[in-house]
């Protein structure tokens, strides 16, 4: 079968980089302090910190103005601008009619190998071990960045960070004073959110709110591959959401900060393929409420405590034309952290610190929806999951120009016991503006809840004999980071060697997990942001990779990965103002691991190249004492057809929607 390689976007950076190219040479020299002032602190790589060419690892920062410049609806689409990540919209067939995000691919709809956190909570689901994008208490506006680490980091944030991290800050308080309202309406889709920030002496809270109807796709595809066995239908992916959220920054005195947020998500959503006769409506209900510490120390140093608690349930019987199943989920989480961060001498700088969690789940729909009808398992209906924590990192410059990061997680947990995940990079300015990155670490990814309650009660009856161990992946990187006049460029190599990657047995009676599973992944990437003038940016992302696996118990590890993935955003302010910005998005051929067969098994069930261009123009103006805009989002200008995922999984066509937003103090 011919590959299909895409290089529209390409074709458009060579023009931009040769132009480029000329302009560097004709301009002055970038001087040293000129280069480390213009570098983006990052907060999350280390949990130091540090200039984002002193990071032990690559990282792509997400702002507040690329979120709105991108004319994203659902959070999982501002993803699609990192190098390497792979979006596919509504992919999951069951628990979540919702977006996989993923790093490299290799993955299921449920997207396990990454952590994600939201100001420093954990929100992958215990359940599946994914992120629910939709039923997450946050309002797009209300982020203030996005810092997303691509590569292994377990060494900062133990398992499950076992291929990236993105980590979500919110805007600050203080940072969100007066009322804010946004209405926007478009094609199937309608959103009001309203926010409040007030002030009342050294406290400072804001109040966000918000409903919205999705309709989400159309039920019949409009060009489908086939329409046997109903591969011409789309699922059921409707969806109606209340939010709530509360934040609160008090000042108790100089040294010493308290932080409050509480947040609410909750609804109705459809769930089941379209093409069925079972499809149905749940009721989800989630909410957090998290406090945090922070007293600052003498020397720059910090001490910090943080305590979350999160409850995810959803409701709903799933009923076909014999029977119905309860599939209730309810899932809680209550974690501890204290973490300190201080300089043992003037070259050094350490972080270190502990948490505890502990999970608990009850999904007896999910757990044993067939096999549990003749063998009772009641002991294994509410799942526990412990976990403990020990982590730190030294930071020590050598010389001014020669950073070493050195790092590790010690974590126990209750289903696999005791790992250890190192990480040790140097990072070298051999030239001002000019840096090459260096690093080897390790990670793990604990089983979830699903792959270890399905695994227990088979080996109890010995039809499996080995108990699910952690996942495994060895990584080295060798990166580059450089400022060429108005240009940032990131390049990364990298090598990612996975072992006991866990996979379904697939026996017709104990349809358990096994850990058989291993793959080798290779390439680069690249992500370049280039001021092509005081109101013109370009921003474009490469990666390139492919993955070499012996594709145990038919799980295709080798195609997993798209080898060509891209990413464009053009944005410009014009006068009176008025903006624009134009997107554009690109990922090459590839076969997901576990999506079973596709309409005409000659097509060894290849998702072909596809390519998507999105657009934006905004108007602000003043009103009073505030001000506003009114936005036109279009995705998907050309009104391509295509797949994301599967062939059953038909993203929609042309869409857009108007926004309007109104500000005041």
């Known amino acids: 079968m011919k590959r299909k390689q895409g290089h529209g976007l390409a074709a458009i950076l060579a023009g931009c980089i040769a132009s480029l190219t000329a302009q560097a040479q004709a301009d002055v020299p970038l001087s040293e302090s000129a280069y480390l002032d213009d570098m983006p602190v990052v907060l999350t790589v280390s949990r130091l910190p540090q200039r984002v060419d002193e990071a032990p690892a690559a990282v792509t920062v997400i702002d507040r103005q690329m979120i709105k410049d991108s004319g994203a609806w659902d959070l999982s689409e501002v993803f699609r601008l990192v190098p390497g990540m792979v979006v596919s919209y509504h992919s999951t067939r069951a628990y979540t009619m919702d977006s996989t995000v993923s790093y490299h691919g290799l993955s299921d709809p449920y997207a396990r190998y990454m952590q994600v956190l939201v100001d420093g909570r954990s ?144 609804g109705s959503r459809q769930e089941g393929d379209a093409g069925e006769l079972y499809p149905y409506w749940k009721t989800t209900d989630n909410h957090f409420a998290q406090l945090n510490w922070r007293r600052s120390l003498a020397g720059g140093g910090e001490l910090s405590v943080q305590y979350y608690h999160s409850y995810e349930s959803s409701y709903g019987t799933y009923t076909d034309n014999t029977s119905s199943t309860n599939m209730d989920v309810i899932a809680q989480r209550h974690d501890l952290e204290a973490q300190h961060t201080f300089s043992p001498s003037q070259t050094t700088r350490l972080v270190w610190g502990g948490s505890v969690r502990y999970d608990k789940v009850y999904a007896p729909g999910y757990h044993y929806p067939d096999f549990a009808q003749s063998v009772q398992f009641d002991k294994f209906k509410l799942q526990s999951f412990h976990l403990g924590r020990l982590f730190g990192n030294l930071e020590w410059r050598a010389r001014p120009s020669l950073i070493f990061n050195v790092g590790a997680m010690m974590e126990d947990n209750s289903y696999t016991g005791t790992d250890i995940t190192p990480r040790v990079a140097a990072n070298w300015h051999f030239l001002p503006g000019h840096t090459l990155r260096v690093s080897r670490s390790e990670a793990t990814r604990t089983p979830t809840d699903f792959e270890k309650v399905r695994a227990d009660p088979f080996i109890a009856l010995g039809l499996v004999n080995q108990r699910l161990k952690s996942e495994r992946v060895r990584s080295t990187e060798i990166g580059y980071l450089g400022k060429l006049a108005n240009l940032d460029l990131d390049f990364r190599l990298f090598r990612d060697e996975f072992s006991d990657l866990i996979v379904e047995n697939g026996d017709s009676v104990a349809n358990g997990y096994l850990n058989p599973g291993s793959a080798t992944v290779k390439g680069f990437e690249t992500q370049l942001k280039w001021d092509v003038g005081p109101r013109t940016r370009l921003i474009y992302s490469l990666s390139h990779g492919k993955v070499k696996s012996l594709d145990m118990d038919n799980i295709p590890y080798t195609n997993s990965m798209p080898t060509n993935n891209q990413s464009l955003m053009l944005t410009h302010r014009f006068g009176s103002g008025w903006s624009a910005s134009l997107m554009g998005y690109q990922m090459g051929e590839v076969h997901f691991p576990e999506t079973d067969s596709g309409p005409n098994d000659n097509r060894r069930y290849f998702i072909d190249t596809y390519r998507r261009w999105d657009g934006r123009v905004a108007y602000r103006f003043q009103t009073g004492k505030g001000n506003g805009e009114l936005a036109l989002t279009l995705q998907n200008l050309s009104d391509n057809q295509y797949f994301e995922f599967r062939h059953d999984n038909e993203p929609p066509g042309r869409s857009f929607w108007l926004n309007l937003r109104l500000e005041s103090d």
């Open 123 to 266: 929100i992958y689901s215990p359940l599946y071990g994914g992120v629910l994008w939709s039923d997450i208490p946050l309002a797009l506006d209300d982020i203030e960045r996005i810092e997303v680490t691509r590569g292994p980091n377990a060494a900062s944030y133990g398992a499950n960070s076992f291929m990236g991290v993105i980590n979500i800050i919110t805007r600050h308080t203080a940072d969100t004073q007066g009322k804010m309202v946004s209405l926007s309406t478009g094609r199937n889709r309608e959103e009001t959110i309203a926010r409040y920030g007030g002030r009342s002496g050294d406290l400072s809270y804001r109040l966000t709110a918000g409903f919205r109807n999705d309709q989400g796709e159309n039920q019949l595809m409009r060009q489908p591959l086939s329409t046997a066995d109903r591969w011409n239908w789309n699922k059921f992916d409707d969806r109606k959401i209340r939010l709530f959220t509360f934040r609160a920054d008090y000042q108790l005195n100089a040294t010493n900060e308290l932080g409050f947020q509480f947040g609410y998500n909750g």
